[in-house]
């Protein structure tokens, strides 16, 4: 039986829907707040945050609400030394104060709205923060629960669900937790990475499982290395369906694994392969999901050599050129504003994007930062 909250959310959106079938207009207002360029490194000075974090945080807050418009007024916090009206022209806009915690003033602008999406890294716990301040707050954030959130941070606990479920995940090792010691012997390549790590930052491979050992402390996960093509999918859960859009390929350095963009989507077997991996390890984690997840795979020779790799519990990067792909408005399938099979308005690998928010569509440029 859903608790009286999830019964007053679900009425909630189902009310929402119904005034969009009979008036043909929405009144709805949605919060959106990107960590960087919503204030949450306002107290650093500007050179001081890495170019690519404030193109990256760009594209998708751009991305994102360009199709949450369609559907509802958009209010997002927007850190004063950032152009608003290039980022996102035309919406409503709360300036940070930057003498004053960005949270205090997330929380007050969230609560004039009937929900919020987050956009934030899970590293130094900061999703989990966003999203519970503004809970705390009365605001109704599309997200995880909490059980949820926490897991899916934290890889290591991740790496323990998956594998706890029968889910296929690399061999691992902590600090805390060396049960596959044993098993983790024998690989030609070892990766650590930190435990709340976004995406592939700070990531590091090894030749040995004694170089890697070496390295490997409380906050970081070693994980035996394994073969094959980087995809990832992502879902998009309301309170009444849970959706997966087109898997796509990941452009990894080879050497240093860094995210260089995606293309996409993928043919029909590796789409069917993604889906079923990424379903069953949805089900391995604790409930409940809720908003945007991507899940990171590596797709074998066969099924039997694929591999989950981690949980995203948020918008990821991929949303830039997923919006390109597809029929339809995502953002809206958030609130059951649009429902049923997704369907594809490209082919096989004609979408490609950066990073920075760079969309390439049958090698044409539609967006660029």
Not at 27 to 38: D, L
């Amino acid at each position: 039986m859903p608790s009286l909250t999830h019964q007053r959310h679900y009425a909630t959106f189902v009310g929402l829907a119904l005034v969009l079938l009979f008036s043909g207009s929405v009144s709805m207002r949605i919060f959106v707040g990107e960590y960087v360029c919503g204030g949450g490194l306002a107290e650093l000075p500007l050179e001081k945050i890495p170019r690519s974090l404030r193109q990256e945080g760009s594209a998708m807050l751009h991305a994102v609400v360009s199709d949450l418009s369609e559907i509802a007024e958009a209010v997002i916090p927007v850190d004063p030394r950032f152009d608003a009206d290039e980022l996102v022209p035309g919406q409503q806009i709360v300036t940070i104060d930057p003498s004053k915690p960005h949270w205090s003033q997330w929380v007050e602008a969230a609560q004039s709205c009937d929900a919020a999406l987050i956009v934030a890294p899970e590293s130094d716990g900061i999703l989990a923060k966003s999203v519970a301040m503004l809970r705390a707050g009365g605001v109704d954030v599309i997200a995880g629960s909490g059980d949820f959130l926490r897991t899916a941070s934290d890889k290591l606990l991740t790496a323990r669900a998956l594998i706890g479920a029968g889910v296929a995940h690399p061999i691992y090792m902590a600090t805390s937790d060396r049960r596959y010691a044993e098993e983790c012997k024998g690989f030609s390549k070892y990766i650590v990475k930190p435990r709340d790590g976004c995406g592939t930052q700070e990531l590091r491979t090894f030749d040995s499982l004694e170089e890697a050992n070496a390295e490997l402390h409380e906050s970081s996960l070693l994980q035996a290395w394994m073969p094959g093509r980087a995809v990832s999918i992502a879902m998009v859960a309301s309170p009444t369906q849970q959706t997966f859009l087109p898997a796509v390929s990941q452009n990894l350095c080879d050497v240093t694994c860094e995210y260089n963009g995606g293309q996409g989507p993928l043919d029909d077997d590796a789409q069917r392969r993604a889906a079923a991996l990424a379903m069953r390890a949805i089900e391995a984690m604790p409930p409940t999901v809720r908003g945007f997840v991507g899940v990171d795979l590596l797709l074998g020779d066969d099924p039997s050599a694929d591999y989950v790799i981690e949980i995203n519990p948020r918008l990821t990067t991929s949303y830039v050129g997923l919006r390109r792909m597809i029929h339809g408005n995502i953002t809206a399938r958030l609130f059951d504003l649009e429902s049923g099979p997704i369907t594809c308005s490209t082919s096989v690998d004609t979408v490609r994007w950066t990073p920075e928010g760079t969309v390439w569509v049958n090698d044409m440029v539609t967006e660029s930062t």
